[in-house]
């Protein structure tokens, strides 16, 4: 089974900046598409970025000119730069992966979350 491994997360005052990173496992063979989600208390998911593994960029709307993702094929790993961070950017933030596992299977995987806080 696949893993993914988040770091990064912590308590930052507004207008700070965090940088995020996800590396998939060994046993994810492939990884077409990787991206963040992230969940605020009280609310639902919600995507925040995606980047293929050729390098195309996707950031909601509203965390543009803010926030950056990128992807280092050959660690397995994305990044997501936050700058400039509001209150309401304070929420867990999700990996997610699309790839192919040890079995050879189209799969979607999730990492456990690191919680990033913007409070002063």
């Known amino acids: 089974q696949g893993e993914l491994v988040e770091s990064g997360g912590g308590l930052v005052q507004p207008g700070g900046s965090l940088r995020l990173s996800c590396t998939a496992s060994?046993?994810?063979?492939?990884?077409?598409?990787m991206g963040w989600y992230r969940q605020a208390p009280g609310k639902q998911r919600e995507l925040v970025a995606t980047?293929?593994?050729?390098?195309?960029?996707n950031l909601v709307d509203s965390v543009k000119g803010r926030f950056t993702t990128s992807i280092d094929n050959a660690k397995k790993t994305v990044y997501l730069q936050m700058n400039d961070l509001k209150h309401e950017d304070t929420a867990i933030y999700y990996c997610?992966?699309?790839?192919?596992?040890?079995?050879?299977?189209?799969?979607?995987?999730w990492g456990r979350g690191t919680q990033v806080t913007v409070s002063s």
């Open positions: 060994g046993n994810i063979l492939r990884v077409d598409i």
């Open positions: 980047i293929s593994a050729l390098g195309s960029p």
């Open positions: 997610n992966v699309q790839g192919l596992s040890a079995t050879a299977t189209l799969t979607t995987f």
